[in-house]
């Protein structure tokens, strides 16, 4: 069975830090493109950070560059984003998508995990 799932999430505070994991199950994460997305409540979804399939250096949007960090784990079947530095404007809910394939037929996602930064 086809499954991303997310964890790490939580309630910290401002300054603090999160890992975030996203385990795949009945695939290789490491043959697809990955991102994290996040949507908090009134606000479109936003991306936050990639990375191409087989690669290991991802791309971030401004709003969090210096702050997160995305990975693969190969031997986990993992992606971890490292976020450190957060603020109140991190709160939200945040998704794992993997995608690709030739005719990018592949396109999963996660359930979600909510972060929330406050004091």
């Known amino acids: 069975q086809v499954q991303l799932v997310e964890s790490g999430g939580g309630l910290v505070q401002p300054g603090g830090s999160l890992r975030l994991s996203c385990t795949a199950s009945?695939?290789?994460?490491?043959?697809?493109?990955v991102a994290w997305n996040r949507q908090a409540p009134g606000k479109e979804r936003e991306l936050v950070a990639f990375?191409?399939?087989?690669?290991?250096?991802?791309n971030y949007a401004d709003s969090v560059k210096g702050r997160f960090t995305m990975s693969r784990d190969n031997a986990e079947n993992t992606v971890n984003l490292q976020m450190n530095s957060l603020k109140p404007e991190d709160t939200a809910v945040y998704y794992c998508?993997?995608?690709?394939?030739?005719?990018?037929?592949?396109?999963?996602w996660g359930q979600g995990t909510q972060v929330t930064v406050s004091s």
């Open positions: 998508n993997a995608y690709g394939g030739k005719r990018f037929e592949y396109d999963y």
């Open positions: 009945g695939f290789t994460l490491n043959n697809l493109a």
């Open positions: 990375i191409p399939s087989g690669g290991r250096s991802a």
